[in-house]
């Protein structure tokens, strides 16, 4: 069984930077995909950033640039360092792990999530 559990939200003004973790453990699957996603009031979830077993990585188009995936495999942890942060970035983020292997970014192909952690951007 994989759980899941992020912290490092929190409120900044825009410009400013957070970096998210997320601990991951059962997660013993020689193949997965780990992501972050996020959803903010009134909108559907969508996929931010996502890193596989191989170390690829890929971004939403709206974070390119800002945002950064990464896995510390010895801690078990997965990162998002988010930096010139803008209102519009303001959601719950969740960490989420595929192990059965689809390799896609969208959320019906995840089958663990944490329980996200809030991120507010102000102007």
């Not at 971004?59 to 995936?69: E, P, Q, W």
């Not at 930096?83 to 970035?89: A, F, Q, R, V």
């Given at each position: 069984?994989?759980?899941?559990?992020?912290?490092?939200?929190?409120?900044?003004?825009?410009?400013?930077s957070?970096?998210?973790?997320?601990?991951a453990?059962?997660?013993?699957?020689?193949?997965?995909?780990l992501?972050w996603f996020?959803?903010a009031?009134?909108?559907?979830?969508?996929?931010v950033?996502f890193?596989?077993?191989a170390?690829?990585?890929?971004?939403?188009?709206?974070v390119?640039?800002r945002?950064?995936?990464?896995?510390d495999?010895a801690?078990?942890?997965l990162?998002?360092?988010?930096?010139?942060?803008k209102?519009?970035?303001?959601?719950?983020?969740y960490?989420?792990?595929?192990?059965?292997?689809?390799?896609?970014?969208y959320?019906?192909?995840?089958?663990y999530?944490?329980?996200?952690?809030?991120?507010?951007v102000?102007?």
């Amino acid at each position: 069984q994989v759980q899941l559990v992020e912290a490092g939200g929190g409120s900044v003004q825009s410009g400013g930077s957070l970096r998210l973790s997320c601990v991951a453990s059962g997660l013993t699957y020689s193949s997965y995909t780990l992501g972050w996603f996020r959803q903010a009031p009134g909108k559907e979830r969508e996929g931010v950033a996502f890193i596989d077993s191989a170390g690829d990585t890929n971004y939403a188009d709206s974070v390119k640039g800002r945002f950064t995936i990464s896995q510390d495999n010895a801690k078990n942890t997965l990162y998002l360092q988010m930096n010139s942060l803008k209102p519009e970035d303001t959601a719950m983020y969740y960490c989420a792990a595929d192990t059965v292997g689809y390799s896609s970014t969208y959320d019906e192909y995840y089958n663990y999530w944490g329980q996200g952690t809030q991120v507010t951007v102000s102007s």
